[in-house]
């Protein structure tokens, strides 16, 4: 079974950027479609960012659409989703997930295998 580790969290200032990794265990991160989540204080655990196995398809959550970008890099078994422009409500521990489904999962419900979560805290 895969095992997940998210990195690249910390405070950032409005504008900022930061790019979130997801290192990926194991010889078989080709064939999980993976995706980005992430969870406010009282709030319910949101859709970021998906992408498929191959890396030819991608979903974005409408929120971050044109300043996030997710991306898979088969060779270092890592995801990343590059976060441009972030805002204060972007604040939220972000969680890197794994699925076996061919689409681009965008549900939690689709998605056998999460990480920890990294923290991202966006000040005004």
């Known amino acids: 079974q895969v095992q997940l580790v998210e990195s690249g969290g910390g405070l950032v200032q409005a504008g900022d950027s930061l790019r979130l990794s997801c290192a990926a265990s194991?010889?078989?991160?080709?064939?999980?479609?993976m995706g980005w989540f992430r969870q406010a204080p009282g709030k319910e655990r949101e859709f970021v960012a998906a992408?498929?196995?191959?890396?030819?398809?991608?979903g974005y959550a409408i929120s971050v659409k044109g300043r996030f970008t997710i991306s898979r890099d088969t060779a270092k078994n890592t995801v990343y989703v590059q976060m441009n422009s972030l805002k204060p409500e972007d604040t939220a521990v972000y969680y890197c997930a794994a699925s076996s489904l061919w689409v681009v999962p965008t549900t939690p419900e689709q998605y056998h295998t999460w990480g920890q979560g990294t923290q991202v805290t966006v000040s005004s």
């Open positions: 992408i498929s196995r191959s890396g030819g398809n991608t």
């Open positions: 194991g010889r078989t991160f080709s064939s999980y479609g």
